[in-house]
């Protein structure tokens, strides 16, 4: 890595830093029902108005089963309802400002895949996004879910961390009241700020129709020949009959896109307003807006490590957690940055010059760096926003951010779902750490029993369950898009072999981590793959808060013991190397096997010549 990569990762390591422990603390007054805020005077008559239109008592608490009760019906009245948009979308009022494109209704199962991935806040597209939804689909359906689910997450840490912090109680928060706050007072006013911040920058916000600009150079392709009605047409054979298409004009996206963006990025969506997501240069004009939107993506989960310190009333446990995260979040740059300056040693020898790395997939703006630390830090958290293509990316590059997203998105992570990850990783360190020394496990004065460590157990099986089945699956079947030219069904990759083989992997991988990004070489828009990837985004987000809701609760119950001198610190060096041991373990234990049959393997046959 050149100076100047170490310079840009400096500085964003500096300034993530700086805000962590005044977010943190910003973060403890929203997330106490009575906490004060600058912002008091404006909000609170909105927030009163609101738990009153709902009926809620905001002193009221919930048990854990309460909390998740309320969770899951939100969740799933939100889904039914983006689900309804997107397919009245074609026949919604005011078609002519918010549907000039006059966009069809989104099918079945795509408008369930869409649903139920803005629900869980994965925010995987199985579509192409100027091209399918309308300026009302985006603010209303998705946009609204980019603040609800986030909302949801930041929740769910807050509850786990209550039940940490608490002895000998019952409640764990009240889940209307986190929805609520965190939204007014957090969500919404950053990203008013860092709409304008991106406005600035030359991203668009409007409700103009799609500009259409000439090509210097017209484009020939062959498409699929339809009818009069829109039909495929068949010849005689059966087969799909196909056309010369040339294209002489370009479409130039328009609409409101800052404000999908700002919450894009810092609620951890990173659903792209367009099908080339951050490395369309509307949406990333600047190098500028490429730093700030990769460091909003870490802001708020980096700041939450400081909110569970000050919480439990230990700040060098949360400052413990915030180094294990950073450990992984710094190796996993290294090593992808290492290997895409590395380049691919088939093209050196065809003469590409070495020193040039591996640029495919990348743009020319940001470069190879800048490109691996936004794939590392994206899939680091669960939001799934790129500015290269991860499919592009050579075997070991593309092993790490497919290897972020399996340990559980747990380096700082999405917006809440980092936190409560990486504490189940925690109880997993203090039940190996009581087990070496032959005592009941502690942490932070509760014992830990059988039952805490089934849940967070369970945690873990639930995403190696969703990941590996699905997968296998995947594998063995040819559920995908029908070829154009035999109209046989496909297995859906854009490659063979083991790169092939990483694609399905990385596709069940991001939609069970809740992370969204993919590989870009899955054709995913079909009906099975839609339903499959639809099911394992509820899998990795539900199937995992529900038994973090029952550890929250049996924390919470627990009376304090005191401190002996066979406690076992969880703070300081010796705790945070033990975590990144036990993540790093657990992480290899259940998905070695499954990375050594993609990217490991293609990466020694890339460097014996072949080419998938």
Not at 176 to 181: A, H, N
Not at 356 to 381: C, P, Q, W, Y
Request: glycine letters at 10%; aromatic letters at 10%; hydrophobic letters at 50%.
């Amino acid at each position: 890595m050149n100076s100047s990569g170490w310079i840009q990762l400096i500085l964003y390591v500096g300034i993530l830093l700086a805000i962590t422990k005044p977010l943190g603390l910003y973060l403890c007054k929203v997330l106490d029902v009575d906490g004060q805020t600058f912002l008091d005077p404006v909000v609170k008559p909105l927030e009163r108005l609101t738990y009153k239109l709902i009926g809620v008592d905001p002193k009221e608490e919930h048990d854990w089963k309460r909390y998740a009760t309320a969770m899951l019906l939100f969740s799933l009245v939100s889904m039914l309802f983006t689900y309804a948009i997107l397919r009245l979308q074609a026949v919604l009022p005011f078609q002519s400002l918010f549907n000039s494109q006059k966009l069809s209704a989104v099918s079945e199962h795509l408008s369930f895949n869409t649903a139920a991935s803005f629900t869980t806040n994965t925010n995987w597209q199985s579509y192409s996004g100027e091209g399918t939804m309308s300026y009302f689909s985006q603010m209303v359906a998705l946009a609204i879910h980019n603040f609800a689910s986030a909302a949801v997450g930041i929740g769910i840490a807050a509850a786990l961390v209550r039940g940490i912090a608490r002895h000998t109680a019952k409640t764990i928060g009240n889940f209307w009241v986190d929805l609520t706050r965190v939204t007014y007072y957090l969500l919404l006013p950053i990203c008013i700020v860092f709409a304008v911040v991106l406005v600035s920058q030359g991203m668009i916000q409007n409700f103009k129709p799609f500009d259409t600009a000439a090509l210097t150079e017209p484009v020939h392709a062959q498409v699929e020949k339809k009818n009069d009605k829109g039909e495929t047409v068949k010849g005689s054979d059966g087969k799909t009959v196909m056309e010369d298409q040339v294209t002489d004009t370009q479409t130039i996206v328009q609409g409101p896109m800052a404000s999908q963006i700002a919450i894009k990025m810092l609620g951890t969506n990173g659903g792209g307003y367009t099908n080339a997501n951050a490395a369309q240069p509307f949406e990333n004009p600047t190098p500028l807006s490429n730093f700030l939107q990769m460091l909003s993506i870490f802001a708020i989960p980096s700041a939450l490590t400081y909110f569970l310190g000050r919480t439990v009333k230990n700040q060098g446990h949360g400052w413990a957690v915030w180094a294990a995260m950073f450990v992984l979040f710094f190796a996993g740059v290294m090593v992808a940055a290492h290997y895409e300056a590395a380049g691919n040693p088939n093209l050196t020898a065809l003469g590409v010059d070495p020193a040039d790395g591996n640029m495919e997939g990348k743009e020319v703006r940001f470069g190879i760096f800048n490109s691996a630390l936004f794939a590392t830090i994206t899939t680091d958290a669960s939001c799934g926003a790129v500015n290269s293509m991860h499919d592009s990316f050579t075997p070991l590059g593309g092993l790490v951010p497919l290897l972020n997203i399996q340990l559980g998105e747990v380096v700082f992570g999405g917006v809440g779902a980092g936190l409560y990850g990486m504490l189940i990783y925690v109880i997993i360190a203090v039940f190996i750490a009581g087990l070496m020394v032959g005592r009941t496990p502690e942490y932070l004065g509760k014992k830990i029993e059988p039952k805490d460590v089934k849940m967070a157990s369970f945690v873990i099986l639930i995403l190696a369950f969703s990941i590996l089945g699905f997968s296998a699956w995947a594998s063995v079947s040819k559920m995908g898009a029908p070829d154009p030219l035999t109209n046989q069904l496909t297995d859906g990759t854009n490659n063979s072999g083991p790169h092939g083989f990483s694609e399905i992997l990385y596709a069940y991988s991001s939609a069970t981590g809740n992370n969204g990004s993919a590989f870009a070489g899955l054709t995913a828009n079909a009906p099975w793959y839609d339903t499959t990837l639809g099911l394992a985004t509820l899998f990795g987000r539900f199937a995992m808060i529900v038994p973090i809701l029952a550890l929250a609760g049996s924390l919470a119950r627990k009376k304090l013991i005191a401190e002996s001198a066979g406690t076992f610190p969880v703070s300081g060096p010796l705790f945070t190397s033990l975590l990144v041991g036990t993540v790093l373990l657990v992480g290899a234990l259940t998905f070695v096997p499954a990375l050594v049959l993609g990217p490991v393997v293609e990466h020694f046959l890339m460097h014996a010549g072949n080419w998938f």
